[in-house]
């Protein structure tokens, strides 16, 4: 197959204002550079540029005249949107600028050649003075993630949210985007633009890995991954919807099994003993190094991600659950896992209050109920102290990981790359059964 070329949402607003590097041409006359804005009037779209301002019917296209010279700038660009790293900055990007009209919106939408969106992602999800065969792993996956996504199609999007009287199954399927590909930030892979720094690794990965793609059988993996698993991985099925994926299995995130635990640990004791442990796993590290060399600024200021603990009193939980759900269970009474995946991860939390109960899932739904944000990952036990009256005033919820957990382990592949494995190593530890192709 040809290269794909991919369109990236990047921002939705009523009007964008974008600093355009070098000539971008609409239709055959008119050519735009320097500061622009687009603005929808009357039911059109119009770009207001130095000198002209062109009214557009429907779409626009602003095509650069020069590939790779030229690029584009957003300011106040929105990355991390809802978790707790939400910022905003200016970011640069190359391809070509499409815009379109919805609903009194515009959106902004960047055109752009699959590996070259690669070479971003790579330097905005990891810091690009990773391992090298840590970078060409990562790659790999998410040029797998991204072409499996793009020739999937988009599923029935009523199942993945389920709303009983008692209860709600919900989870984020990455195909809800109507109007493009992908977006550019944590929902579907992080996007953030052209790094500032130099990154010539990235490019060695980019390159010497190019095409290459995970494969099952004849189809491309839907190559899933999450920053840390906490030492077991997540089944796919725990966290999407019920069509589990040979590839995406749980496994233990080292050499060998460990001796003193279960392979299942969604049993309440099993889950217990696991989390509260501080097993030998590959993302069991504290190699400061290697973190900072990993991890990109704002991810290291969360760093105790393998074992991890918050605390709440009985008004900050109560607060937190009221505001998020939009549910008043008067006092909070107990937070009861009824299931759990493989790796310990709840994927059906029941809250209970004075007032009423109430079921939650899947992972991710937990997890921003249960934070100002996000929890880190929905793998925890719940302590309740000072229990007077058979209300707890205080809540210590003991986590492992961080993310769904499900296929690769990047911190774990990081370590696993700085020890000296190899990036098929790596993918074959994460991917169960499945193969490396070069399909373009
Ligand atoms: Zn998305
Ligand atoms: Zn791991």
């Known amino acids: 197959m040809p290269e794909p070329k991919i369109e990236v949402g990047l921002v939705t607003e009523r009007k964008i204002d974008l600093l355009l590097i070098g000539d971008y041409k609409s239709g055959k006359s008119d050519t735009f550079t320097g500061n622009i804005s687009i603005e929808f009037v009357n039911g059109r779209i119009e770009v207001i540029g130095k000198k002209n301002r062109v009214p557009f019917l429907k779409n626009v296209e602003l095509v650069p005249d020069d590939e790779f010279a030229n690029s584009f700038i957003v300011e106040n660009f929105e990355l991390g949107k809802d978790f707790h790293w939400q910022q905003k900055k200016r970011a640069r990007f190359r391809g070509r600028i499409k815009i379109i009209a919805k609903e009194n919106n515009l959106i902004l939408i960047n055109v752009i050649r699959a590996e070259e969106y690669l070479r971003s992602v790579i330097s905005s999800e990891m810091s690009a003075r990773s391992p090298i065969e840590f970078l060409k792993a990562h790659a790999i996956i998410s040029r797998s993630w991204l072409i499996s996504q793009m020739i999937t199609p988009v599923k029935d999007k009523s199942i993945s949210n389920i709303r009983t009287e008692n209860e709600l199954v919900?989870?984020?399927?990455?195909?809800?985007?109507?109007?493009?590909?992908?977006?550019?930030?944590?929902?579907?892979?992080?996007?953030?633009?052209?790094?500032?720094?130099?990154?010539?690794?990235?490019?060695?990965?980019?390159?010497?890995?190019?095409?290459?793609?995970?494969?099952?059988?004849?189809?491309?993996?839907?190559?899933?991954?999450?920053?840390?698993?906490?030492?077991?991985s997540e089944a796919y099925e725990t966290v999407w919807d019920n069509n589990p994926k040979p590839y995406l299995k749980p496994i233990y995130d080292y050499k060998y099994s460990p001796d003193d635990f279960e392979d299942d640990l969604s049993n309440e004791i099993a889950a217990r003993k696991w989390i509260t442990a501080?097993?030998?796993?590959?993302?069991?590290?504290?190699?400061?190094?290697?973190?900072?060399?990993?991890?990109?600024?704002?991810?290291?200021?969360?760093?105790?991600?393998?074992?991890?603990?918050?605390?709440?009193?009985?008004?900050?939980?109560?607060?937190?659950?009221?505001?998020?759900?939009?549910?008043?269970?008067?006092?909070?009474?107990?937070?009861?896992?009824?299931?759990?995946?493989?790796?310990?991860?709840?994927?059906?939390?029941?809250?209970?209050?004075?007032?009423?109960?109430?079921?939650?899932?899947?992972?991710?739904?937990?997890?921003?109920?249960?934070?100002?944000?996000?929890l880190l990952s929905s793998a925890f036990v719940v302590?309740?102290?000072?229990?007077?009256?058979?209300?707890?005033?205080?809540?210590?919820?003991?986590?492992?990981g961080w993310g769904h957990g499900v296929g690769l382990c990047q911190i774990g592949a990081a370590a696993m790359a700085k020890q000296g494995y190899y990036f098929d190593e790596i993918l074959l530890h994460y991917y169960t059964g499945a193969n490396l192709k070069k399909i373009y």
């Open 170 to 232: 919900k989870w984020y399927d990455n195909r809800e985007h109507e109007d493009f590909d992908i977006c550019a930030d944590d929902h579907c892979q992080r996007y953030h633009g052209i790094p500032n720094a130099s990154f010539d690794r990235v490019n060695r990965a980019i390159e010497e890995t190019e095409g290459i793609v995970l494969i099952d059988g004849e189809n491309i993996c839907d190559a899933r991954y999450s920053k840390c698993c906490g030492g077991r």
């Open 278 to 374: 501080n097993p030998v796993s590959f993302c069991n590290t504290h190699d400061e190094e290697l973190l900072t060399d990993i991890l990109v600024d704002f991810d290291y200021e969360t760093i105790d991600f393998f074992r991890w603990n918050v605390h709440y009193t009985q008004d900050q939980l109560k607060e937190i659950i009221w505001v998020k759900s939009g549910i008043d269970f008067g006092e909070i009474i107990d937070l009861k896992p009824l299931e759990r995946g493989s790796s310990g991860r709840i994927t059906r939390l029941e809250i209970t209050g004075t007032e009423r109960s109430f079921i939650v899932g899947k992972e991710l739904e937990i997890r921003k109920w249960l934070s100002k944000s996000h």
């Open 383 to 400: 302590n309740k102290r000072k229990v007077k009256n058979n209300i707890p005033q205080e809540f210590e919820l003991l986590g492992a």
